[in-house]
């Protein structure tokens, strides 16, 4: 037998083609409750977009550990032979909710693992580094990466702005105009965890530590000519290759590495090794092998399980955990912050949210807090009544910190040059010649004296560098 239709009360509904109206011509009965909740409900199938990553394509799947890194870390996550299932989504960042995935920009790799010691978030990029060390200018940066507030449209006098008034943009920026700015798909690009976070062992020593996913498919990318072909003929040509690719089993997979510093390494490193601009070189820091993540199962629903999925670089299991990156420092307050605003305040409460474990807060009401917990006398804390207590094994190593609160320039004393050296040195000619026409491509309308601004900085990490992008754009 077929179910029975109803409205969201269970009240069975008897028609659900015809309005009730008076008479035949109409008009509608306020009292055609069906009609106004069909309506009212299609009012609000939307939640607010994200502000940043709003357009997305993810995927479950597990990570697996195939080499012992115990001495590092305690976290049972990084066990050898540990399987942990996991959802990743990727996005772009400007673009809004219905952009075209075929564009220029950063991808975001953000990572949930759900894990037996609570849900471990890896909230990531397709790059190693990013265009701001200071979170001070996270919102403006990214005001020139939206809309112009009279014209709503994009600004690359706006970005160039930015980035020639910020130097330590640099980096990102050489790798955002390089082929690696339009990846060909999402199963073609490295993730990084991009911050330095920390790991701590059973002996409660520290490590500190970044995070790679080197894709298995290999790096593939677009040219500004094939990916606006793409774009003219699908928007959505990377959910579209992700989706198909799962579905027919040809599961995507990431080598899964990570990079350690010792607490005495980290004191004498040449820069502040806590800065988003800046790598660890692979010569002095190799790559450690950890592990595989593989995808293997496509949301059943997007909008519950993509849409919905809320990471936060807060979320952190024992023996992980973060660094003084100023910029980590302002995502683990304004993530959460934003999936309260966009969610709703028990967003971990959804299923794509939830971690296995169980979660025993003190928290109370609040909108949509549906979870039936038991209701005991221990609704405070601390309290006699037997409720969930704090564990103080779990506190981590003291962290030294050593000087006066001020607000220190951080550009002072700074090479912003030195590593985008490095990346330009290791481009081919061909990857150099794409660099400085998609560079002069994005500086189109854009005023000389922001122009020269940015060449001057192009100078700074080679004549060549400069020279090129000055032939790109014949002056
Ligand atoms: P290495 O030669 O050991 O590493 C170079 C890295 O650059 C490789 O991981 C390579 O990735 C990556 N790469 C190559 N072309 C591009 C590109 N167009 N955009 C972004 N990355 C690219 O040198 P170092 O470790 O000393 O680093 C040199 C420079 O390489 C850095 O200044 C940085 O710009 C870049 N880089 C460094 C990373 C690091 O963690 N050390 C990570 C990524 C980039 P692949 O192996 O996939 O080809």
Same mark, same amino acid.
């Given at each position: 037998?077929?179910?029975?239709?109803?409205?969201?009360?269970?009240?069975?509904?008897?028609?659900?083609?015809?309005?009730?109206?008076?008479?035949?011509?109409?008009?509608?009965?306020?009292?055609?409750?069906?009609?106004?909740?069909?309506?009212?409900?299609?009012?609000?199938?939307?939640?607010?977009?994200?502000?940043?990553?709003?357009k997305?394509?993810?995927?479950?799947?597990?990570?697996?550990?195939?080499?012992?890194?115990?001495?590092?870390?305690?976290?049972?996550?990084?066990?050898?032979?540990?399987?942990?299932?996991?959802?990743?989504?990727?996005?772009t960042?400007?673009g809004?909710?219905g952009a075209a995935d075929a564009e220029r920009d950063?991808?975001?790799?953000?990572?949930?693992?759900?894990? *037996?010691?609570?849900?471990?978030?890896?909230?990531?990029?397709? $790059?190693?580094? %990013?265009?701001?060390? =200071?979170?001070? +200018?996270?919102?403006?940066?990214?005001?020139?990466?939206?809309?112009?507030?009279?014209?709503?449209?994009?600004?690359?006098?706006?970005?160039?702005?930015?980035?020639?008034?910020?130097?330590?943009?640099?980096?990102?920026?050489?790798?955002?105009?390089?082929d690696r700015g339009i990846p060909q798909s999402y199963r073609h690009?490295?993730?990084?965890?991009?911050?330095?976070?920390?790991?701590?062992?059973?002996?409660?020593?520290?490590?500190?530590?970044?995070?790679?996913?080197?894709?298995?498919?290999?790096?593939k990318t677009l040219t500004n000519e094939e990916a606006s072909k793409i774009v003219a003929n699908d928007r959505e040509s990377n959910q579209r290759d992700?989706?198909e690719?799962?579905?027919?089993?040809?599961?995507?997979?990431?080598?899964? *590495?990570?990079?350690?510093?010792?607490?005495?390494?980290?004191? $004498?490193?040449? %820069?502040?090794?806590? =800065?988003?601009? +800046?790598?660890?070189?692979?010569?002095?820091?190799?790559?450690?092998?950890?592990?595989?993540?593989?995808?293997?199962?496509?949301?059943?629903?997007?909008?519950?399980?993509?849409?919905?999925?809320?990471?936060?670089?807060?979320?952190?299991?024992?023996?992980?955990?973060?660094?003084?990156?100023?910029?980590?420092?302002?995502?683990?307050?304004?993530?959460?912050?934003?999936?309260?605003?966009?969610?709703?305040?028990?967003?971990?409460?959804?299923?794509?949210?939830?971690?296995?474990?169980?979660?025993?807060?003190?928290?109370?009401?609040?909108?949509?807090?549906?979870?039936?917990?038991?209701?005991?006398?221990?609704?405070?804390?601390?309290?006699?009544?037997?409720?969930?207590?704090?564990?103080?094994?779990?506190?981590?190593?003291?962290?030294?910190?050593?000087?006066?609160?001020?607000?220190?320039?951080?550009?002072?004393?700074?090479?912003?040059?030195?590593?985008?050296?490095?990346?330009?040195?290791?481009?081919?000619?061909y990857?150099?010649e794409q660099?400085?026409n998609n560079?002069?491509e994005s500086?189109d309308?854009?005023?000389?004296?922001?122009?020269?601004?940015?060449?001057?900085?192009?100078?700074?990490?080679?004549?060549?560098?400069?020279?090129?992008?000055?032939?790109?754009?014949?002056?």
């Amino acid at each position: 037998m077929k179910k029975r239709m109803t409205t969201s009360a269970g009240n069975a509904i008897a028609d659900n083609q015809n309005s009730i109206t008076a008479g035949e011509y109409g008009p509608v009965l306020m009292q055609d409750y069906q009609l106004i909740e069909k309506l009212a409900h299609q009012n609000r199938e939307r939640i607010p977009e994200r502000v940043v990553h709003a357009k997305g394509s993810g995927a479950f799947g597990e990570l697996e550990i195939t080499n012992d890194i115990s001495e590092y870390t305690k976290s049972k996550v990084f066990k050898k032979g540990e399987k942990t299932r996991m959802l990743l989504r990727f996005s772009t960042v400007a673009g809004e909710a219905g952009a075209a995935d075929a564009e220029r920009d950063v991808r975001g790799f953000a990572l949930k693992f759900y894990t *037996k010691e609570g849900n471990w978030d890896l909230v990531g990029n397709n $790059t190693p580094v %990013f265009f701001i060390r =200071d979170p001070q +200018k996270f919102p403006d940066f990214i005001h020139t990466q939206k809309r112009h507030p009279q014209s709503n449209l994009r600004s690359n006098t706006a970005a160039w702005d930015f980035w020639s008034l910020s130097p330590e943009s640099l980096h990102q920026v050489t790798i955002l105009m390089s082929d690696r700015g339009i990846p060909q798909s999402y199963r073609h690009i490295n993730g990084y965890g991009s911050h330095t976070y920390s790991l701590i062992n059973e002996n409660n020593e520290r490590f500190w530590v970044k995070f790679h996913f080197k894709t298995k498919q290999g790096i593939k990318t677009l040219t500004n000519e094939e990916a606006s072909k793409i774009v003219a003929n699908d928007r959505e040509s990377n959910q579209r290759d992700l989706f198909e690719n799962i579905e027919k089993g040809n599961y995507p997979q990431w080598d899964f *590495k990570i990079q350690i510093m010792t607490e005495e390494q980290i004191s $004498t490193f040449e %820069f502040n090794p806590f =800065d988003l601009t +800046k790598v660890w070189p692979h010569g002095d820091y190799p790559l450690i092998d950890v592990g595989v993540l593989t995808l293997n199962e496509n949301p059943k629903n997007y909008f519950n399980e993509i849409e919905q999925a809320s990471f936060s670089p807060s979320n952190i299991v024992p023996g992980i955990s973060f660094s003084p990156d100023k910029m980590l420092q302002a995502r683990i307050f304004s993530y959460p912050d934003a999936h309260r605003y966009r969610v709703g305040t028990h967003y971990e409460s959804l299923p794509v949210n939830r971690p296995i474990v169980d979660v025993n807060t003190y928290h109370t009401a609040g909108s949509m807090n549906y979870e039936e917990k038991e209701v005991t006398n221990a609704y405070y804390e601390p309290n006699s009544f037997d409720g969930a207590e704090e564990n103080r094994d779990l506190l981590e190593p003291d962290l030294v910190i050593n000087g006066d609160a001020n607000r220190y320039d951080h550009n002072k004393n700074n090479d912003n040059y030195a590593q985008v050296k490095d990346l330009f040195n290791l481009m081919s000619d061909y990857q150099k010649e794409q660099l400085f026409n998609n560079i002069a491509e994005s500086m189109d309308g854009v005023p000389s004296e922001i122009i020269d601004r940015q060449l001057g900085h192009f100078e700074k990490v080679s004549e060549n560098y400069a020279a090129g992008v000055r032939a790109a754009l014949k002056i």
